[in-house]
C-alpha cells in the first residue's frame, strides 16, 4: 500500500503559478504511476495529468496541456504538479491518486487505487 500526503495549495490571481506537491509513503514508490485529479464545487472528480511509474511517460487532460507540468522524484518519493497560467476554472479540491500500472511505463487516467486527502486551490478573477 502507499500513503499519500498533499500540500501547496492556496489561493491565486487568475493569470498566476502554484507548485503542488504529493508525498508518499509506504513500499516501492517507483513501482506506481502517479495522477492528479481535481474536484470542483458541485461537479465529479476529474482527470487532469499523470505520469508513469519511471517518470517517462505523462498524459494531461486537454483543459490544462500546455499549462501544467506533471513531474516526479523517484528517491525522494514524491510527484508534483507546477500549474501556471491558472485560470477561475481551475478552481478545485485537487487530490494526488496512486495506481500499480498494467505494465511498466503504461500512463492511467482512470482505475486509481490510493488517494491523497486533497489541497485547495482557488484562483480569483
Known amino acids: 500500500q502507499v500513503q499519500l500526503v498533499e500540500s501547496g495549495g492556496g489561493l491565486v490571481q487568475a493569470g498566476g503559478s502554484l507548485r503542488l506537491s504529493c508525498a508518499a509513503s509506504g513500499r516501492a514508490f517507483s513501482s506506481y504511476a502517479m495522477g492528479w485529479f481535481r474536484q470542483a464545487p458541485g461537479k465529479g472528480r476529474e482527470f487532469v495529468a499523470a505520469?508513469?511509474?519511471?517518470?517517462?511517460?505523462?498524459n494531461y487532460a486537454d483543459s490544462v496541456r500546455g499549462r501544467f507540468t506533471i513531474f516526479r522524484d523517484n528517491v525522494k518519493n514524491t510527484v508534483s504538479l507546477q500549474m501556471n497560467s491558472l485560470k477561475p476554472e481551475d478552481t478545485a479540491v485537487y487530490y494526488c491518486?496512486?495506481?500499480?500500472?498494467?505494465?511498466?511505463?503504461?500512463?492511467?487516467?482512470?482505475?486509481?487505487?490510493?488517494w491523497g486527502q486533497g489541497t485547495q486551490v482557488t484562483v480569483s478573477s
Open positions: 505520469t508513469s511509474n519511471h517518470g517517462v511517460g505523462t
Open positions: 491518486a496512486a495506481k500499480l500500472p498494467l505494465y511498466s511505463g503504461h500512463v492511467p487516467n482512470v482505475g486509481y487505487d490510493y
